[in-house]
T-cell receptor
């Protein structure tokens, strides 16, 4: 059974600070996704990472993928309050998605 | 981007009744749709894979007789929670897989519906 683990589960950080969320998965994967979920809402797609060494950036968020280490990171630069949400990584293998445990991020003014 | 809708967005029902949730892909055809369940402050758990024109594939531990899935057309999948009980209260999210080649290499991207919040009293 494929396992997808995120670290940390909860993150409280001050505005302006940097931090990284880690996503480890247990088997080979076609691609890796990062999503954002606001309370009571569905998922918003942030990034799709397709190959080893892939790096994508959007605003204050940057995602990377190391398929050899089975690790993806989501780096937050100079956090702002609007980034407060729960972030999920998801691994796509074959026809299915497996979601990580989620990281609940709170950015404190 | 592609849009997936769900209906209803919220439903409250009495214990023992059945509830049907619809998932539609609005601007693309989806041979495969997925149903997830999410409990408060937890991750999404895949319940089943819905295949157009054939039986759904259920994940281990999901009762197929309780969660009936029908994928009768390329744009519609339904999840029926039969004889619902309070423990079935959850946030149900569907996704649809866009099989078209998008040029950016993101073939087969999944698009998620807005979710259906079910409360069983």
């Amino acid at each position: 059974e494929l396992k997808v683990e995120q670290n940390p589960l909860f993150l409280s950080m001050q505005e302006g600070k940097n931090y990284t969320i880690y996503c480890n998965y247990s088997t080979t994967s076609d691609r890796l996704y990062w999503y954002r979920q606001d309370p009571g809402k569905s998922l918003e797609s942030l990034f799709v990472l397709l190959s080893n060494g892939a790096v994508k950036q959007e605003g204050r968020l940057m995602a990377s993928l190391d398929t050899k280490a089975r690790l993806s990171t989501l780096h937050i630069t100079a956090a702002v309050h609007d980034l407060s949400a729960t972030y999920f990584c998801a691994v796509n293998t074959g026809n299915q998605f497996y979601f990580g445990t989620g990281t609940s991020l709170t950015v404190i003014p | 981007g592609a849009v997936v809708s769900q209906h209803p967005s919220r439903v409250i029902c009495k214990s023992g009744t059945s509830v049907k949730i619809e998932c539609r892909s609005l601007d693309f055809q989806a041979t495969t749709m997925f149903w997830y369940r999410q409990f408060p402050k937890q991750s999404l758990m895949l319940m089943a894979t819905s295949n157009e024109g054939s039986k759904a594939t259920y994940e281990q531990g999901v009762e197929k007789d309780k969660f009936l899935i029908n994928h009768a057309s390329l744009t519609l999948s339904t999840l029926t929670v039969t004889s619902a009980h309070p423990e079935d209260s959850s946030f149900y999210i569907c996704s649809a897989r866009d099989q078209r080649w998008l040029g950016t290499g993101e073939r087969g991207t999944q698009y998620f519906g807005p979710g259906t919040r079910l409360l069983v009293l």
